[in-house]
């Protein structure tokens, strides 16, 4: 059933036609995308999962040396020690194309050319389970950055697929049965004037005939 | 170039000055807030932030989920893990999938 109020011209016809064409065929498109998009996300979270997993643990043994490491020093020490770090990291953001959702791509730089160049304190004041503690985040920094790499494209993949499903179903369930129906709409109503049109012309006929011969 | 920063309780993210990340420790909400701000807007490609003061700036994080920088990531602080961070992955699947079909838990 037309919503809409449409006119019932060849013209609209043709037009509507095309509008469903177009629709079907973006619908079919969006569909492969929204398909291979989930693809991919699935497996994007589930290296998320790992990753988060790892970190976690990773930190929490980390933190735990800390924990250790403040216990034996004093809190001005502890401070002082990391006041001036050596180390410095720095990132370079690229970004790849995947289904075009634009994801980042981190390239990691550090200062020194040694990774493991990072006590940035004397080692006479400070407690060896500070260098522990330090040494056990250092290990787990490149997961960490791999983690914030792989969470963000998750979350901005999730969004994109959110979105495209929203237009598939769009076409799907709204755009595309109401051209159709639009689209029937008009046609019966040209074959009705058609018709009409017809019945009008023999009934023109016959009077003149009857005029003309006295049928 | 981007740099990497960190923000949260000092006890668990001092140690992250040592491997060259921006740490940053706000002591109240507020101050949180404002030092948040001046970080995403500054030329921070990640930052790191514990999952008991995302807590608080949870809106101001949502804001960024849609961008593709910087990234923000929740870590667990030294009090332990509040399994936040977990969460959140969760929500972006159940935001793609419609159900949570990873964790299943």
Known sequence: MATKQVNPTRMELTRLKKKLATATKGHKLLKDKRDELMRQFLDMVKLNKQLREKVEKAINEANKNFVLASASMNDEALSLSMLAPKQEVTLEVSSTNIMSVEVPKYKINYRTADTNDMFCYGLAFTSCDLDTAVSSLSDVLPDMLRLAEVEKSCQLMADEIEKTRRRVNALEHVLIPETRANIRYISMKLDENERSTQTRLMKVKDMMLKEAHGY | ?105
């Open chain 2, 1 to 105: 170039m981007y740099r990497v920063a960190v923000i949260g309780d000092k006890e668990s993210i001092y140690g992250f000055a040592a491997l060259g990340l921006d740490v940053v420790y706000p002591e109240n909400t507020l101050q949180a807030q404002e030092a948040f701000r001046k970080l995403t807007q500054s030329n921070y490609a990640v930052i790191y932030i514990t999952e008991e003061l995302a807590e608080v700036l949870d809106e101001e994080i949502e804001k960024f989920s849609y961008k593709s920088t910087p990234a923000i990531i929740r870590i667990p602080g030294v009090k332990g893990n509040t399994g936040k961070g977990m969460m959140n992955v969760k929500k972006s699947v159940e935001k793609a999938v419609g159900s949570d079909i990873v964790f299943n838990n």
